[in-house]
């Protein structure tokens, strides 16, 4: 409940106006029933006045006219309430997803399974606030004030009347606190199997898995994968629908018995009410049963699932997403230690070092060593679990690049908007040539007819590096998809065209030969940090990976 509350409040600080308009008609909908069935009691009335003789033609005619009147108001009402709750749902989800896609959280949580199970429920939580809140809300504004309204107008009739709503009231609350206890169990147990079936369904749905699944003839492989999957979340979903059905067998005797007791009680005061008021009862008992299936009970149903939902959203905006990182003029490492989400070993152990101002370091060692885990904390996307870390602002290029689906200036211009893009810099790392591509061309085969190689796509992730102008630029393997040849004239660019401080991690020593120093890291340990010379002459593990990097 405390989540569906919080659901509430956000929902009404994102939009206070739409949110007071919105319930605001759903109390008016709610009395509109009430005068629906009122003026159908009236209309009764005057046909037993017109059938006994004691009402003109016309007089009926005209009661008639009013009453349909009525009917088409309350109908045009009703269309126009469904057009506005629609637009408003829709202004609601695209509010509650940037609120979630605001936060910013470092990449370090991305490493963790158990975040990334969270982060998915939180998700689906955001794109189904709307849907969820106004499930509650409907049952207060729209639901409860009917509910409210024809309890009032039958306590009118008769206060006997009232026993039927107390009947209702006790069984729609007993089926929906069973409900919903099954249907948290379910969503606890399907989570995990979830965002795996999701997996395997994107591998036969993503360019890149479909033509390595195609080139290597792995599909039968990842189908067998998928069926297992799939089979287990079937497999405990049957359980839970077993379940809910055993309850919804449960709530239609119990319907049974209410709707018995609903008639003994109509029986027993046929003789205080008037044949027009009877048929009415009878009308209003069936507004209040539907009422109770749909409102209380089919709105509550259908959200009961999406709780758990809910209830990830709100932990994943209550979690801090963002460090205290300590940005100055240099960087500074003192016996810093990191470990990753659910490891045994630490990736990094109490490690040491100073970079100054406008230095050029290299970081070199064996896959594993370390070496971009150092780069994501300069950069203050990791945290460490001990130690101090002092750093400066920093542009950064990663092995790992994203490919927007966007112009070649927009894939560029996106790190600092604000600031015009240098087209004569993509002829010096041999971009495509001018003549040859529409730089404000979407780079895309979903929305063009253009597809670029991998190494067009790295240039561009260094273009749009050095395009945001920081006081320090890191690269983690910036040339890895590149022709030695091209490679060689992007360092040079690089050098040439950086004259801040800058990192290069590289397993191409010789990319990185000219820096003014080498860090050498081998096992999450700094094992030297020093020039180029010096380290072939004192470091045997340097020189093993010199001698085979130029061989």
Known sequence: MNSILRGIKLVFILDKKRFII????????????????????????????????????????????????????????????????????????????????????????YEDSKFLDLLSQAKNGASDLSYITNAYLDVVFMYGFNFLFLAIYL??????????????????????????????????????????????????????????????????????????????????????????????VRMGLLKIICYTISYLIVYAVRDSVSIAEFGVVFVTMKSIFS?????????????????????????????KCEKNTDFGDEIIFENVSFKYPNANEYALKNISFKINPNEKIGIVGVNGSGKSTISKLILGLYEQNSGNVKTVKSSSVFQDFAKYELSSIENVKISDCEKEVDKSKFKEIDYIDESELDYNK????????????????????????IHKNEKFFVFDEPTWAIDPIVEKKIFNFLYNEIQTGMIVITHNLSSVKQMDKIMLVDKGEVLAFDTHSNLIQNNELYKKLWTTSTT
Not at 213 to 227: E, G, M, P
Not at 302 to 311: A, K
């Open 22 to 109: 919105n319930y605001g008609i759903f109390v008016l909908e709610a009395l509109s029933s009430v005068v629906a069935i009122y003026a159908l009691q009236l209309t009764l009335e005057k046909l037993g006045l017109f059938v006994a003789g004691n009402l003109t033609t016309r007089a009926m005619i005209f009661c008639m006219c009013i009453f349909m009147l009525v009917k088409i108001l309350i109908y045009a009402f009703k269309s126009f309430m469904n057009f506005y709750c629609e637009y408003y749902n829709l202004i609601l989800d695209r509010e509650a997803e940037n609120v979630l896609q605001e936060k910013k959280f470092l990449p370090i949580f």
């Open 155 to 248: 306590f009118y009739l008769s206060p006997y009347f009232i026993l039927i709503l107390v009947v209702v009231m006790l069984l729609q609350f007993l089926h929906n606190k069973l409900d919903k206890g099954i249907e948290e169990k379910l969503e606890e147990s399907l989570k995990n199997i979830r965002r795996k079936r999701e997996y395997f369904e994107n591998l036969f749905l993503e360019k890149e898995s479909v033509k390595e699944i195609k080139a290597v003839n792995t599909s039968d492989y990842f189908l067998d994968r998928f069926n297992i999957v799939l089979d287990k979340f079937c497999a405990i979903s049957e359980i839970f629908y077993k379940k809910l059905l055993l309850n919804d």
């Open 291 to 319: 009422i109770s299936e749909e409102g209380f009970y089919g709105r509550i149903k259908e959200v009961n699932s999406l709780l758990p939902q809910l209830d990830a959203l709100f932990k994943v905006l209550d979690m």
């Open 442 to 465: 979407i780079l895309s085969k979903r929305f063009s007819d253009i597809s670029l190689s991998q190494g067009q796509w790295q240039k561009l992730a260094i273009l749009r590096g």
